[in-house]
């Protein structure tokens, strides 16, 4: 059975993305509550729980592992 949360992000790209997400994530605060500026809050949250648990669905999918390049 395949692991889920298998690291698959190397630890500078998983520092990057917190950093981006910690701008994204209130953005609805500072623009109001448009669609815009809700999908950038939800790409941030994305991008949290990326840098947080190590995992990207998106490489899994595409089969990239960056992890081993520490």
């Known amino acids: ?3 889920l949360f298998k690291t698959n992000q190397n630890k500078s790209e998983r520092i990057l993305r917190f950093i981006i997400s910690l701008f994204l994530l209130p953005v609805p605060f500072f623009l109001g509550t448009s669609t815009y500026s809700i999908i950038l809050s939800i790409v941030g949250g994305i991008l949290l ?3 947080l648990v ?3 669905y998106t490489y899994r ?3 990239i592992d ?3 390049n520490d």
């Open 1 to 3: 059975m395949m692991n």
């Open 49 to 51: 729980f990326n840098s």
């Open 54 to 56: 190590g995992t990207c």
């Open 61 to 63: 999918l595409f089969g």
């Open 66 to 68: 960056t992890s081993r």
